[in-house]
């Protein structure tokens, strides 16, 4: 018995003493700094797919044939565009419906508190452990 109350006891303090999990939504007008207060952070740009459609359509001639081969040879050039845009839009989906978050940038903790408007992830670490 008085194992199973030792166990217990390190598995709720193991638990209270790890790091929240962290995804940060944010776009470029909004960089974050300090990363490093966690050990690890997802962090989601929510311009993702805007920043790849700008990179692939900048200066495209007005030929469709011509535009389409310069596409081709820019997604070429960046063999992982593709999956950062598909990131970019599964990030989107998880912040608009599963979080529904209405502003950026925001701090995800262990999928139930949001922090919005902070760009400093040690400065949100401060007000999410406040909130414990």
């Known amino acids: ?21 962290v995804e940060v939504f944010t776009d470029r007008a909004h ?16 311009d993702g797919l805007v920043l790849a459609q700008e990179y692939l359509s900048k200066g495209l001639p007005m030929d469709e ?4 081969k310069r596409v081709n040879a820019r997604l070429a050039a960046r063999p992982n565009l593709k999956d950062q ?18 502003r950026y940038p925001a701090i995800v903790f262990d999928d139930k508190a949001v922090i ?15 909130r414990l």
């Open 1 to 21: 018995m008085r194992v199973w109350h030792l166990l217990t006891f390190a598995l709720i303090t193991t638990t209270a003493l790890a790091d929240p999990r």
């Open 31 to 46: 960089p974050i700094i300090h990363a490093e207060a966690f050990a690890q952070v997802r962090v989601v740009r929510i």
């Open 65 to 68: 044939n011509a535009a389409a």
């Open 85 to 102: 845009m598909m990131a970019a839009g599964e990030g989107l989906a998880l912040a608009h419906l599963q979080y529904q978050l209405d």
């Open 116 to 130: 919005y408007g902070v760009t400093d992830l040690a400065v949100a670490k401060r007000l999410y452990e406040q």
